[in-house]
């Protein structure tokens, strides 16, 4: 990690309450449009919580790729695009007055690495379920009876999916995946609630544990792997599908679900007699506590010997992420992971 990034980094975290409230000050003094400064704020440490990852990991397309989702949230908005433009510019501004010149240097590139991203058009997010694509035609009815609260109609025809013979890991990929990227989309482009985002991730969580009694009836091979989030993270279903890949691929997997405190991980690592250690985190400003607990786990000596593999949207943005946070490893996605960890654990 570069010492100049990392004393960036320090100074911006621990004096991030007032620079957060100048930068408020500033966009509201050139945008008057600000009416709910609380949430202002908040989005305003969002913001500074991803450009400090950004920097710590030297990974500025962490912050790049946040603020194209940014644009693409605000575009939502009448005042949307010029709402995006202060805000960067005040952030700019407050920044410079806070930094030598040879420091706000690091933080200038990184911002106008994303103002760059930003003139060459940011497309909306893709169709994640479309009929055109395998299981498509599944997907988009599965996800219309999660939008209109029918969780026993999708229950039914996943039930009913699987038991004509559908693979589950095509369900896993091509269901479950898809529909869940599609609501994220949705939720971005203001047109679910974050109440219905909650509920079809809970309906798709249950549905998920119904197909159990055919998951687990798959043949075991004497591998081994704990599966978790990081203290902090509460988006659990990403890293729970890849436990599920993992038992249908034979291991004999312990997810221990999200927001999990390090010491029990260990713990369980070491009960477990555990080959593999898979970590997930979905939101940037957690990197530093998957560091922080794969560090904890290799000062252990079992977990000199554990293999780690870690996923979630941050290490696919910046795909050499998961180095510099000292794994052994990335999935893309759970096909990938499964791929990586055989030639880790195997070879």
């Keep these: 990690m570069n010492n100049l990034n990392q004393k960036v980094s320090n100074t911006l975290r621990h004096n991030q309450t007032a620079i957060a409230q100048n930068i408020l000050d500033s966009i509201y003094k050139n945008f008057s449009q600000v009416k709910n400064k609380k949430k202002s704020l908040r989005d305003i440490h969002y913001h500074l919580g991803y450009l400090v990852e950004a920097i710590e990991t030297s990974c500025p397309e962490l912050f790049s790729e946040y603020i194209a989702w940014v644009s693409v949230l605000f575009s939502k908005l009448d005042f949307g695009e010029k709402a995006l433009k202060i805000t960067l510019s005040s952030i700019e501004e407050v920044l410079q007055e806070h930094f ?41 009815e599965y996800l219309g009876a999660l939008l209109r609260t029918d969780r026993q109609a999708a229950s039914r025809m996943i039930i009913e999916a699987v038991e004509a013979g559908t693979p589950l890991k095509d369900i896993y990929m091509h269901v479950f995946q898809s529909s869940q990227y599609e609501i994220g989309r949705l939720w971005q482009t203001n047109e679910v609630s974050v109440a219905q985002e909650h509920y079809c991730t809970a309906a798709t969580q249950l549905i998920m544990s119904q197909l159990y009694p055919y998951l687990f009836s798959m043949q075991k091979n004497d591998r081994r792997m704990v599966a978790t989030s990081i203290s902090g993270e509460l988006h659990e279903i990403g890293m729970r599908m890849v436990a599920d890949f993992f038992e249908m691929d034979g291991w ?32 940037t400003p957690h990197i530093r506590e998957v560091e922080n607990l794969i560090t904890k786990v290799r000062k252990t000596e079992f977990g000199k010997k554990v293999k780690i593999l870690v996923g979630g949207l941050p290490f696919n943005i910046a795909p050499r992420l998961w180095q510099e946070v000292g794994a052994d490893g990335q999935g893309k996605d759970a096909n990938e992971a499964i791929s990586v960890a055989k030639t880790l654990v195997y070879e």
Aim: net charge negative; aromatic share 6%; charged share 20%.
């Design 252 to 283: 004999d997997t312990y997810y221990l679900g999200a927001n999990m405190p390090s010491e029990s991980i260990i713990q369980m690592i070491e009960e477990r007699n555990a080959q593999l250690l898979g970590i997930s985190a979905t939101l």
């Design 100 to 140: 030598p010149n040879e420091e706000f240097v690091v933080i200038k590139e990184y911002l106008d690495l994303a103002r760059e991203n930003l003139t060459e058009g940011i497309q909306a997010p893709p169709l994640f379920v479309n009929p055109h694509l395998p299981l498509g035609g599944l997907a988009k």
